[in-house]
């Protein structure tokens, strides 16, 4: 399976998970970094919404529950509150994130970075591995690149964010659980190192040039 962000399979699942959002109650919109999002209306109409949701996109060749487990089970928790006409004192909203692996443009969290209002434009010039820019693979998408910023979520617009997210190591099904609850979490960073000079065994004296350290590389994925 591959699923990437901005790509053909990602318009796909976008108006597939649109489908179900609506079948659930909700209205839906795509938003301006791509991200597919529902909303059903609380108590009355204009209230904060609790955002629920997860991504879309895979790791290439993997990640078949990866993401899209949390995109359906909260349309799931959705059509229940809709279903039973449960009025809520907040609105209930899905998102669900177009890239949140980051594997085309090597750099991670696209989709929920545009939403929290993080989103770097320096990254619109950042290539896939064809040498497409982030920047025309939005274009081609049908979004603007001007206009990520419209993706922005104004915090007094929302009330909270949960993500229910399949487990990614062996802990529950060592423990026979099928739940838990996360209370710490990676705080991943990358890097691009380049280390210069040649190979040598430990202690092996040295004939040609010295080992070399550059100056650190601009930070990029
Ligand atoms: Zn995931």
Redesign the pocket.
């Known amino acids: 399976m591959r699923r990437v962000y901005l790509t053909n399979e990602h318009r796909a699942v976008n108006a597939l998970a649109a489908t179900w959002m609506r079948e659930a109650g909700m209205t839906t919109w795509q938003d301006a970094a791509g991200n597919q999002c529902g909303r059903l209306e609380g108590a009355v109409p204009g209230l904060p919404a609790l955002v629920l949701g997860?991504?879309l996109d895979t790791v290439p060749s993997a990640?078949r529950y990866?993401?899209i487990l949390?995109v359906l089970t909260a349309i799931a928790v959705v059509d229940r509150i809709h279903a039973a006409g449960i009025p809520l004192p907040f609105a209930l909203e899905v998102v669900a994130f177009g890239d949140?692996?980051g594997t085309r443009f090597g750099r991670a969290l696209l989709g929920s970075r545009a939403l929290a209002g993080t989103f770097d434009p320096d990254w619109l010039d950042l290539t896939d591995e064809n040498g497409v820019t982030l920047r025309d693979a939005y274009t081609t998408f049908g979004l603007d690149p001007q206009h990520l910023a419209a993706a922005a979520r104004a915090p007094e617009s929302l009330v909270g964010y949960l993500e229910a997210?399949?487990e990614?190591g062996p802990y529950l099904e060592e423990a026979d659980r099928p739940l838990g609850i996360v209370s710490t979490i990676a705080g991943a960073r990358r890097f691009a190192i380049t280390v210069n000079g040649h190979a040598g065994h430990s202690g092996t004296p040295s004939t040609g040039e010295r080992m070399h350290w550059p100056a650190p590389a601009k930070s990029s994925p």
Do not use: F
């Open positions: 997860s991504h990640g990866d993401g949390g949140e692996e997210h399949i990614q």
